[in-house]
Structures are given as C-alpha cells and as structure tokens.
C-alpha cells in the first residue's frame, strides 16, 4: 500500500483532512511533524494548507527552513512526489521548489469560498484520474493566493504546459472568476515532470461525498494510482 507523509507545521489546520482523504482514496497515511528529519519511508508528501508560523514574515517563508523539508527536498530531487495545498503551495514557492510565488490577494481580503477551476494537465502526479478539460468546483481559503511570477516564468509555464489548474468562468456560476488576481487565471503549477504539484483550492474539504461534492476526491485517487503502478513519479 502506498504511504503518503502529511507534514504539520506550527499553524498547519487541514492534516487531519487531508489524512483522511488519503485513507479514503485507499492509501496509507503517516504524520509527520516539522522537526522530522526523515520521510518515515513515505513514497509521497504532502504539505497541507493553514497558516505555518502563522504567515508572519511571509507565508511559507519560515516553513521552507523546518528541518522536515531537508527531507522533503531530497525527496523532490530524486523525482519523489511532492504536492502542496495551498499554504503547501506557498511553501513550495517560497523553498524554490516550484517557481513564482504567492502574494496577497488583489482586493486584500481573505477569501473563503467555492471556485470553478479546469484541469489544465493530466499527466502530473494528482491529477491522472481526471481529464483535460474538466472543470470542478472547490472550495479556496487564503488571504496570500495571488499567483505571480516574471514574464520570462509566467511565458515558461504556458510553453512547457506546466500549468495544472486554472480559475474559470464558467457562464451562470455564482463562483467569481479568478478572486484573487493570479497572473494568466492560473491556480495550481507544477515542475517539468509533473512530480512536484502546487495549488491554492482545497480538494481535501469537498473528497467526501457526504460533503455533497466528491469533487476533490481524484486528487488523491491519482496519487495513491500513480504510487501503486510506478512508484514514486507520474
């Protein structure tokens, strides 16, 4: 059974989620602290979302230093799977291990809501079980998800297909399209290889159908197929 490590750091609110959503798409999840300094032979990480270090500084700033991320690194260098959920994703940026980064939002208010976003690119590690194309409604909660990045960065990503996710507008929707002002609509980025995999929605809120939505739930169902028929890489 695959194992996927969900790292806590001080201010990390959605491990306990994203824990279970792991074990209900079928894999086996291990909870690993900040001040961890191996993986505990986990095949794949995730970073979860809140608010590690509480955001001062910059979010993800602080987190990038943890001693855990030593760890998560090298993982992400040997072609690990690494995926960040929105804090996660900041610190992905912030740790250089995805490009770009994460300021506040353009009407400088927290946002906590529902989104449309399509799937931009199948062939990373989260998100083989859904198609090119698909559009799904998830729920977003940050204040810091503004996705920037320089011409060169932002011309790279298109070219090289790199972008995962991106807001939409979908015609009667009572979701705002792109709310917080990311640069090309673009919500989730992810490395060359599609093994290290960063976004600002929350697919690990809505992976229950209890929830009246499952829509997150192929996140993960990806991940544990991609681990189960490849190992570590997608």
Do not use: K, W
Not at 1 to 6: G, P
Not at 103 to 116: E, G, K, T, W, Y
Not at 201 to 209: G, Y
Request: charge should be negative.
């Amino acid at each position: 059974m695959a194992r996927v490590a969900v790292v806590r750091f001080p201010g990390s609110n959605c491990e306990t989620e994203t824990l279970t959503a792991i074990e209900r798409a079928g894999g086996a999840a291990v909870l690993l602290d900040y001040r961890d300094t191996s993986l505990q032979g986990a095949d794949a990480v995730i970073l979860p979302g809140g608010f590690s270090y509480g955001d001062y500084l910059r979010s993800g700033a602080i987190a990038r230093f943890a001693p855990v991320m030593h760890a998560v690194r090298a993982h992400a260098e040997a072609g690990g799977a690494v995926v960040g959920i929105c804090n996660g994703f900041q610190v992905l940026c912030e740790a250089h291990l995805l490009p770009g980064a994460l300021l506040r939002n353009a009407a400088q208010r927290f946002l906590s809501r529902p989104v449309d976003v399509r799937v931009e690119r199948r062939d990373t590690v989260c998100t083989f079980d859904y198609a090119v194309g698909d559009v799904i409604r998830i729920p977003i909660a940050h204040g810091e998800g503004r996705f920037v990045a320089d011409a060169d960065t932002l011309t790279a990503l298109e070219a090289e297909g790199r972008v995962v996710l991106r807001y939409v507008a979908v015609p009667g929707s009572d979701a705002p399209h792109n709310p917080n002002g990311s640069a090309n609509d673009i919500a989730g980025i992810c490395n060359a290889a599609g093994t290290v995999v960063g976004f600002m929605p929350h697919p690990e809120r809505l992976a229950e159908a209890a929830l009246g939505s499952d829509a997150g739930h192929r996140f993960f169902t990806s991940l544990i197929g991609r681990l189960a028929t490849t190992g570590v890489a997608a």
